[in-house]
């Protein structure tokens, strides 16, 4: 994919010299955005894990305790406490799709300012190239 980035950039750059004065702004964007959110997305996958472990510690212990659970009418009480783990998992879980939806949402709005800005350029410079 960085070849393929690389070769448009180049390609861009040998048709239309102009664009090499760009190319520093995108990339700064790109690596501040990148910057930005790959903090806060590794602390949410390290949220979502952890928020993770007790669900499966929880299941591994009710399928080797069943027989336990059922034996004293617990199964209400293993209910609840499941149901309490899973809305943690699953709040924790739309965070870190939060966190990837802004930076795609970032990403995008970079990727439209970079064709307004390229399309105003050749519109200006539609006299001097063929």
Known sequence: MAYQGMSVIIVVCMT???????????????????KMTIKAFRETTRIFNVTNSPILNSLNESISGGSTIRAYGKQQEFIEINDKYLDR???????????????????????????????????LFRETED
């Open 16 to 34: 239309n010299w102009y664009m090499i004065a760009i190319i520093p702004f995108i990339v700064a964007i790109i690596y501040y955005l990148f």
């Open 89 to 123: 998992g699953i709040l924790s879980g739309q965070v870190l799709l939060g966190t990837w939806c802004w930076y795609s949402v970032r990403m995008d709005c970079t990727t439209i300012i970079i064709m307004a800005v390229s399309a105003t350029v050749v519109i």
